[in-house]
């Protein structure tokens, strides 16, 4: 069993940075690769990032490449999504999950975290 628990989201304005935090509790949590996905109001869920359990792989939504960046420290269970540049459409909740490979889809998803709303403004 894993625990995600997501922090870091606000309000910031466009062109700005964030890190988002997503925290895991359970002895399993080195196995999992872990990914980001986000909802925006009305839209399906998506991909935004995911990172391998080793940490040497990333997968990264065409939308976010080149501007946002995860990382895992497993010695803290902590996985981080740094992300620059935002733009008003990467408004939405986004969601920490644990799955079986960094090329994640919702299928596949294993754990939930029960997300950090992130608000872009223009």
């Known amino acids: 069993q894993v625990q995600l628990v997501e922090s870091g989201g606000g309000l910031v304005q466009a062109g700005g940075s964030l890190r988002l935090s997503c925290a895991a509790s359970?002895?399993?949590?080195?196995?999992?690769?872990i990914g980001w996905f986000r909802q925006a109001p009305g839209k399906e869920r998506e991909f935004v990032a995911a990172?391998?359990?080793?940490?040497?792989?990333?997968d990264y939504a065409d939308s976010v490449k080149g501007r946002f960046t995860m990382s895992r420290d497993n010695a803290k269970n902590t996985v981080y999504l740094q992300m620059t540049s935002l733009k008003p459409e990467d408004t939405a909740v986004y969601y920490c999950?644990?799955?079986?490979?960094?090329?994640?889809?919702?299928?596949?998803?294993?754990?939930w975290g029960q997300g950090t709303q992130v608000t872009v403004s223009s």
């Open positions: 359970g002895r399993t949590f080195t196995v999992y690769a």
């Open positions: 990172i391998n359990w080793s940490g040497e792989h990333t």
């Open positions: 999950a644990a799955g079986p490979k960094s090329d994640m889809k919702i299928p596949e998803v294993k754990y």
